[in-house]
């Protein structure tokens, strides 16, 4: 990928994660995006998500790019499962935000698509090609593990003994350091 390109589209990350601060959405970077009573009944790994409304979508830096109408436009999307009260699957759909805002999202990748509609990446791997970064600056921007803080003792199958809040703020300082990165290659 073109770094330009890189740079361009890591910079409306910024944009997007600015507007999800701004207007106080829910952010849980421990899924690219679920109802706020699953993240809630869900255990947070050692990141707690950011809640202001008991109800709707939680999202992660990358689920909330992959509902944004530019990047949707170019192939990033959010692909949602949705299940009845029962868990079984009702339908499976590329999320569009002017007919699924109502939604209770009970499972969602992140998926690019390619010219045609299929699925070419999903998951870190959307997020590397979609961006034009690697593997190393994919985690670092959208693993929930990757804010912890380092614990050369911490035994990985422990739950972490100090809890980390991580709101779209600090994935911005991340994205900046990233573009920094790009722009010295």
């Keep these: 990928m073109d770094k330009e390109v890189s740079?361009?589209?890591?910079?409306?990350?910024?944009?997007?994660?600015?507007?999800?601060?701004?207007?106080?959405?829910?952010?849980?970077?421990?899924?690219?995006a679920l109802s706020v009573e699953q993240v809630l009944e869900m255990g947070n790994g050692g990141v707690a998500p950011v809640i202001h409304e008991p109800c709707g979508t939680a999202a992660c830096a990358l689920g909330y790019a992959a509902m944004d109408p530019k990047f949707m436009g170019l192939g990033l999307r959010l692909e949602v499962a949705e299940r009845d009260e029962h868990g079984v699957l009702k339908k499976h759909f590329l999320y569009n935000p002017e007919e699924h805002a109502k939604v209770s999202i009970s499972h969602a990748d992140v998926v690019l698509l390619d010219s045609k509609g299929n699925c070419e990446e999903w998951g870190f791997a959307a997020a590397m090609d979609f961006f034009g970064i690697n593997r190393s600056n994919a985690r670092y921007l959208f693993d929930p593990e990757y804010y912890l803080p380092e614990d050369e003792d911490e035994d990985d199958d422990e739950e972490p003994v100090e809890t980390v809040t991580v709101g779209p703020e600090q994935v911005i300082a991340r994205v900046r350091e990233v573009i920094a990165e790009v722009r010295a290659k």
């Design 7 to 32: 740079i361009e589209r890591l910079e409306h990350l910024i944009t997007v994660l600015e507007d999800v601060a701004r207007e106080r959405k829910n952010f849980d970077m421990n899924s690219w």
